[in-house]
């Protein structure tokens, strides 16, 4: 591991001017990053740990929360009103990691992960344009049973790990960032980047933008809502296929909607195409099998992973059926 300098900001302030620095790197729970620097992979001259920001979870004027970036994932996942009037947060954060990563992980942190293909951490024997932008991607013609099919490039087929990240995109989340120009808000969908011809750049923020806190806008549909996570084993595993979904029904037909995919996407995968497909029809597995298939539709299999289109559509099918009726 590389040497490193360790510092504690007073505040925010203190906090964007040491991310100025060169090499610099906000230190959240260390759950990821941490790993990366054993690796050798990410080899920060400076980490500045940021767990000392506002991490409080905190009412709206507009009835929605506020979630403070230092805010430890289980203080989410137990808080009442996320599990009450947000429950597809708080189990996708539960199904995510084990207690004691939830204990340490920030929301900031859980949004700022980095993918876990195998071949971006086998940086002595693999090619992998994440790590190293130019040299390839050896997941492209390796083994690829757990790589993307939506949101791909020929430079990579990396999927995006995070659980909660995409009950985020589905809530319509907004992520607040502070930065020497000023504070600014960007909705989570369009916070990551699809990988294109730059899979090194994952996020649209700049260098020493820091992360405040993601708002959660009032949502009432997202008080019927869940999170399905099909996963090889039943603790401590990424996904195959997620789904979060909220769904409102009025009459036997979908009055609105809300969706979004994990495990088979280089981003968090908000499902605009299957929503738009529901809205008004029948709350009927015909229909809801027919959005699932507007949205697969221009899934890339690749040799090893093409049975997540059929997983993916039967996963949104079966979770919107017990949504429609009355289940979670």
Not at 8 to 28: C, F, M, N, S, V
Not at 52 to 64: D, K, M
């Amino acid at each position: 591991m590389k040497l490193f300098t360790y510092t504690r900001p007073a505040g925010p302030e203190d906090a964007l001017r040491q991310g100025a620095a060169d090499g610099a790197r906000y230190l959240g729970g260390g759950t990821n990053l941490v790993d990366l620097m054993r690796e050798t992979i990410e080899q920060p001259g400076v980490l500045i740990d940021v767990t000392g920001l506002p991490g409080a979870i905190e009412e709206t004027a507009g009835g929605g929360l506020l979630l403070g970036a230092a805010a430890r994932n289980t203080a989410v996942a137990e808080h009442r009103a996320v599990r009450t009037r947000y429950p597809m947060l708080a189990r996708a954060i539960v199904a995510g990691a084990s207690p004691q990563i939830r204990n340490m992980a920030t929301v900031a942190g859980n949004l700022l992960q980095r993918t876990r293909c195998a071949y971006f951490y086998d940086h002595a024997g693999s090619r992998c344009n994440k790590r190293v932008p130019g040299q390839g991607c050896d997941a492209i013609e390796g083994f690829n049973r757990e790589h993307a099919i939506l949101g791909t490039s020929p430079a990579c087929v990396a999927t995006h790990p995070s659980d909660m990240c995409v009950a985020l995109a589905a809530l319509d989340a907004v992520v607040h960032t502070r930065s020497a120009d000023g504070g600014r808000t960007v909705p989570l969908t369009e916070l990551h980047r699809l990988p294109g011809d730059h899979p090194e750049i994952e996020t649209v923020l700049q260098p020493g933008e820091l992360i405040t806190a993601v708002e959660l806008p009032a949502l009432p549909l997202a008080a019927r809502s869940t999170y399905r996570k099909v996963r090889d084993r039943a603790s401590y595993a990424f996904a195959l296929v997620s789904v979060a979904a909220a769904l409102d029904t009025d009459g036997g037909a979908v009055r609105d909607v809300r969706l979004a995919l994990g495990g088979v996407a280089t981003k968090p995968w908000r499902a605009w195409r299957a929503e738009e497909a529901l809205r008004g029809r029948p709350a009927s597995a015909d229909t809801f099998r027919a959005a699932a298939e507007a949205e697969l539709a221009d899934a890339r299999p690749l040799a090893d992973n093409a049975f997540k289109v059929e997983l993916a559509k039967r996963t949104i099918t079966a979770v919107l059926e017990g949504l429609a009726g009355g289940g979670a």
